[in-house]
């Protein structure tokens, strides 16, 4: 049982490039997230999706993308790398959003630099 | 939107119990409770989810007031492995928008 996965693990990418982090989860969940942490910090939510084909932002989703083409994915997009976005990226899944169906499961992470 | 406030750090030792207390002071009438831990360079583990009264599973125990203004996380006899960031979440259902984890609290437990 995979869970969630999560590639690249680590990434160091200039500042300008285009880079998509990958979020997989085998678990059939409806809801996915994507979140940062910064160092010493909590997680801050970027983009969510309650169902595959629908999206909303978080609390910091500029400068971010993401699609929700079917249940298992949920890439995350940078179009344009700017060095504030060199955070650590946690991908969740859940069966619902909020209330009751609050236990996410998280991906192991990857940690972006931008330099 | 519920904000919540932790303590920032607390100590402990092997075997004691660990009580931790989040604040919800503006707490909605559909929000529920839920606790995380992370350990370094992992992602954040649910703990324990309740609306009401009290909630036990194997790893802790969850305490809500009547008021709902407060939560207590109660991990019993604690050992080195405890060691870990515990993050309060309180959120209403269908409202991804307001999940918030905070700064968390920084458990050590000592030897």
């Known amino acids: 049982i995979a869970g969630i996965t999560q590639a690249p693990t680590s990434q160091i990418l200039a500042a300008g490039r285009r880079m998509t982090l990958r979020c997989t989860q085998d678990?059939?969940?409806?809801?996915m997230y994507w979140y940062r942490q910064d160092l010493g910090l909590g997680l801050r939510l970027i983009h969510y999706?309650?169902?595959?084909?629908?999206?909303g932002k978080g609390e910091v989703p500029d400068g971010y993308s993401v699609s929700r083409a079917n249940t298992d994915d949920f890439p995350l997009t940078l179009a344009s790398a700017v060095p504030s976005q060199t955070s650590v990226y946690f991908c969740?899944?859940?069966?619902?959003?909020?209330?009751?169906?609050?236990?996410?499961?998280f991906g192991p992470g990857t940690r972006l630099t931008v330099l | 939107l519920a904000k919540t406030t932790q303590p920032i750090s607390m100590d402990s030792y092997e075997g004691q119990e660990v009580n931790i207390t989040c604040s919800h002071n503006?707490?909605?009438?559909?929000?529920?409770i839920t606790w995380y831990q992370q350990f370094p360079s992992q992602g954040p583990r649910f703990i324990i989810q309740?609306?009401?009264t009290k909630v036990t599973n194997e790893v802790a125990s969850l305490f809500i007031p009547a008021d709902r203004k407060s939560s207590t996380l109660s991990l019993p006899r604690v050992s080195l492995s405890d060691t870990a960031v515990y993050y309060c979440?309180?959120?209403?259902?269908?409202?991804?928008?307001?999940?918030?984890f905070g700064s968390g609290t920084q458990l050590t437990v000592l030897p």
């Open positions: 309740g609306y009401k």
């Open positions: 979440l309180v959120a209403p259902p269908g409202s991804a928008r307001q999940l918030t």
């Open positions: 969740a899944s859940s069966v619902g959003i909020g209330g009751a169906y609050n236990e996410q499961f």
């Open positions: 999706s309650n169902t595959a084909g629908t999206t």
């Open positions: 678990m059939r969940h409806n809801a």
């Open positions: 503006n707490i909605a009438t559909n929000d529920y």
